[in-house]
């Protein structure tokens, strides 16, 4: 399986792959992709893809936690998590092999640390044969469905 994240967030999506770590986590990884929410869905789809492309299985534990957020804060210019996540919203891009899923997510509050829990039943999937505009607009829909 391959998974992708992304973030909508002041007119800006915040793309990246995630990686399976060898304890099977799921965590963000390099590089992040930075676009304008106004990009066609042709190019959003083509960087869909991209980053599943590079979404890897068997990477290392990390062993400091707080440095990978620290970077993530840095990369999208704020200083914490709860600034950033409080006016962001989140989807997954999973790919089988034989279709795209794509996940939104609702953000939590303060009693939940700015956490984002899945909305099982807004998922959305498209076939594996999907075009880039296609993926795209499947993006678009996905971040409207989100809370």
């Known amino acids: 399986?391959?998974?992708?994240?992304?973030?909508k967030r002041?007119?800006?999506?915040?793309?990246?792959?995630?990686?399976?770590?060898?304890?099977?986590?799921?965590?963000?990884?390099?590089?992040?992709?930075?676009?304008?929410?106004?990009?066609?869905?042709?190019?959003?789809g083509k960087q869909v893809r991209e980053l599943l492309r590079r979404s890897r299985e068997g990477v290392p534990q990390p062993t400091d936690w707080d440095n990978l957020m620290r970077a993530f804060l840095q990369e999208?210019?704020?200083?914490?998590?709860?600034?950033?996540?409080?006016?962001?919203v989140t989807?997954?891009?999973?790919?089988?092999?034989?279709?795209?899923?794509?996940?939104?997510y609702r953000r939590g509050g303060p009693k939940d640390?700015?956490?984002f829990f899945p909305i099982e039943d807004r998922k959305m999937t498209i076939s594996s044969d999907a075009s880039d505009e296609e993926l795209g607009l499947m993006l678009e829909k996905a971040f409207n469905a989100c809370e």
């Not at 989807?91 to 795209?100: R, S």
Request: charged share 25%; proline share 8%; with cysteine.
């Open 113 to 115: 640390h700015y956490a």
């Open 91 to 104: 989807c997954t891009i999973e790919f089988d092999g034989d279709q795209f899923v794509f996940r939104p």
């Open 1 to 7: 399986m391959k998974r992708a994240g992304a973030y």
């Open 76 to 88: 999208v210019g704020v200083k914490s998590w709860s600034r950033f996540a409080k006016t962001a």
């Open 10 to 44: 002041e007119k800006r999506l915040y793309l990246n792959p995630k990686s399976k770590t060898t304890m099977g986590l799921w965590l963000d990884t390099s590089p992040l992709i930075i676009l304008d929410e106004t990009e066609p869905p042709p190019i959003k």
